[in-house]
């Protein structure tokens, strides 16, 4: 996306809607005030490759446990 936000400026749009899921982030982008410069899919973004953590770090949620 040219003129995109760094991943910091990104990350920090993206915890100020307090979701919780992929889901929750999937139904916010899909929505016409999703800022157009912005990826809609940022964990396969080639800018944010070295610094993508995974959804829950993105996002600022506790990650799911994994059953036993």
Not at 25 to 52: C, D, L, M, R, T
């Amino acid at each position: 996306n040219l003129g995109s936000p760094s991943f910091k400026e990104a990350r920090t749009y993206a915890r100020s809607l307090n979701l919780n899921s992929v889901e929750e982030w999937i139904e916010h982008v899909n929505k016409n005030e999703f800022p157009k410069n912005h990826y809609k899919k940022p964990s396969g973004a080639q800018k944010y490759k070295k610094e993508w953590k995974g959804w829950h770090d993105f996002l600022g949620y506790e990650p799911r446990r994994k059953k036993k």
